[in-house]
């Protein structure tokens, strides 16, 4: 990409971080989000380092709250009819994506003081009209780019928040005539995303609903190390594998890099100047070329690549498109 140069910059953060400082998330890591174009995050996190009252260090949370990246994006895509333990599914047949709201919803009360007299605890599900709609819009825009259709999952049957949730979402859609949608309780979901995982195009939820289907749905086109994810916002935002850093496995270079490889892509997609958009497209098709041979795997997927052997794979296929400009 000769027109357009990039300055990147590590930062610490996270478990690691917090282990060497007292701190997860430095002011100084944090400015340098606030000031950057796009964020590139790696997987952090160590099951052995948790907070006072048991919960992780989520950095990644803070982030997506303080910088006001409202919704969360995971796309689902099936490369290979191998990586997938449903039966019948051809390559590109499985092939949607979930989004959610991420800066409040049941996550949002993780952050409160929830506890009364040391008896019990409660967290809750704050929704606001702002919130809904702004994710529900961004949902409606992401389909129209796709098969336009948009599935609602939630559970209104139950939660008066999820009711109200259901409503501004009907209001939203009406804006969106050129769209279908359909709307799907959270655990009937579940059992499409098993049982007919094809009749889904873009759905959108709440963070908890999303946070735990997007990991089944990883589940169908091989696990977490085939999941990039990208948290946005309307100024800024943040790319990352979905997975967490795989302490069990650190050190010995086996790791699936392809989710990174593909948050990436979803990065330069999102920078939308021409050049990093037609980055992506390489970085896609290579990643499709190279997992066309089933055995061109990592352990995860059955196969006996290193994380390098991997990644080399995939920049020698963009290269390939880089210097026969086919795309």
Request: net charge neutral; glycine share 8%.
């Amino acid at each position: 990409m000769p027109d357009i140069k990039f300055s990147l910059t590590d930062y610490p953060c996270g478990a690691s971080c917090f282990l060497a400082t007292g701190e997860a998330l430095l002011g100084e890591t944090f400015e340098a989000c606030r000031q950057a174009d796009a964020i590139l995050l790696g997987a952090t996190g160590l099951p052995s380092v948790r907070l006072p009252d048991g919960r992780d260090i989520t950095r990644q949370l803070d982030l997506r709250e303080k910088l006001d990246l409202y919704c969360g994006i995971r796309p689902v895509y099936l490369y290979h009819p191998s990586d997938t333990p449903l039966k019948g599914y051809s390559a590109g047949e499985i092939d949607f994506v979930i989004v959610w709201e991420n800066t409040e919803r049941l996550f949002s009360s993780r952050t409160a003081n929830n506890s009364s007299n040391g008896e019990a605890v409660w967290d809750i599900l704050r929704i606001t009209r702002t919130g809904a709609s702004r994710v529900f819009r961004a949902a409606f825009e992401l389909a129209r780019t796709r098969r336009r259709h948009l599935t609602l999952v939630d559970k209104p049957n139950v939660l008066p928040s999820m009711a109200f949730f259901h409503q501004v979402f009907e209001e939203v859609a009406a804006e969106y005539p050129d769209v279908s949608t359909d709307c799907c309780y959270v655990d009937a979901t579940a059992l499409y995303l098993l049982k007919s995982p094809q009749r889904f195009d873009v759905i959108v939820t709440e963070n908890m609903f999303g946070d735990i289907l997007s990991d089944l749905a990883a589940g169908l086109v091989g696990g977490m190390g085939m999941a990039p994810s990208t948290d946005v916002g309307n100024r800024r935002a943040l790319f990352q594998p979905a997975h967490g850093s795989a302490p069990d496995i650190a050190g010995r270079g086996i790791a699936n890099p392809v989710a990174a490889i593909l948050s990436a892509a979803m990065m330069l997609e999102w920078l939308k100047h021409p050049s990093t958009v037609r980055g992506a497209k390489w970085i896609r098709n290579a990643v499709k070329r190279t997992l066309q041979e089933p055995g061109l795997r990592t352990p995860d997927l059955g196969g006996s690549l290193r994380t390098t052997e991997m990644g080399y794979l995939i920049g020698k296929e963009i290269e390939k498109l880089c210097c026969a400009s086919t795309i």
